[in-house]
């Protein structure tokens, strides 16, 4: 049975009890975690792991459907435990990659262009796109995002069948999306809705401004787009 991901239901989930599954050494499995494991360009959350001894999570990875916590020293062999999230790198990976979903949304819908890549930080974002974009393009699509953060559209989160999915719903190469029955929906209402497996803000409005920092041309249809937020 694979781990319970509580972070796909509540991203703003910031503790959690669980009972152990395994461990070995300084990895362990937990029956259920809120803890997100690094992949589609999001980083992993780190925190603490509290049971008789208290234990940083230094890394958190997936492996088929089992999520696997990286402690700072041994796991001692507890049997229920508690997590808690480091809410504040958590929030700013919420923000990017909200942030990226505008700008993503804005790029496909007004010019047609994927996402070919993408990487969350703490401090910035930056999405590669495959698309002749020229750099004179880049203060309007920044004020098109900026007005999406100030409607302060809601962004919630569903499942549909792998069978309903329609090639709108996607914003990257249909081949990196996961081949699950499965297919986790992230819509910003009345905006966009992309296929995606990350942790986002419950409101545009929680984003804040979009400034597009850094631009780069890797290729005539190969563009890469920093953004901050303010």
Request: proline share 2%; with cysteine; hydrophobic share 35%.
């Amino acid at each position: 049975m694979g781990t319970l991901k509580l972070y796909l239901d509540d991203p703003y989930l910031i503790e959690f009890e669980s009972n152990v599954m395994e461990y070995n050494g300084k990895i362990l499995v937990l029956e259920r975690t809120a803890f997100y494991p690094e992949g589609g360009g999001q980083p992993c959350d780190t925190g603490k792991i509290l049971g008789n001894r208290e234990y940083n999570v230094i890394k958190v990875f997936k492996e088929g459907d089992i999520v696997y916590h990286e402690l700072d020293s041994e796991f001692f062999g507890e049997k229920n435990v508690r997590g808690v999230i480091d809410w504040e790198k958590r929030y700013l990976h919420m923000r990017h990659h909200t942030a990226i979903h505008i700008l993503s949304g804005i790029l496909f819908k007004d010019y047609g262009a994927r996402i070919t890549g993408s990487q969350i930080y703490t401090d910035k974002a930056r999405m590669d796109i495959n698309y002749e974009l020229g750099k004179d393009k880049l203060p309007e699509i920044e004020a098109k995002a900026n007005d999406i953060v100030k409607k302060g559209l809601d962004v919630v989160w569903y499942y549909i069948d792998r069978k309903d999915f329609k090639e709108d719903m996607v914003r990257i190469r249909e081949d990196l999306l996961p081949g699950d029955e499965k297919l986790r929906i992230v819509e910003i209402k009345g905006f966009d809705l992309q296929a995606d497996g990350g942790t986002h803000v419950k409101n545009t409005a929680e984003v804040g401004t979009i400034k597009i920092s850094k631009y780069e041309n890797k290729g005539k249809m190969n563009k890469r787009i920093y953004i901050n937020l303010l």
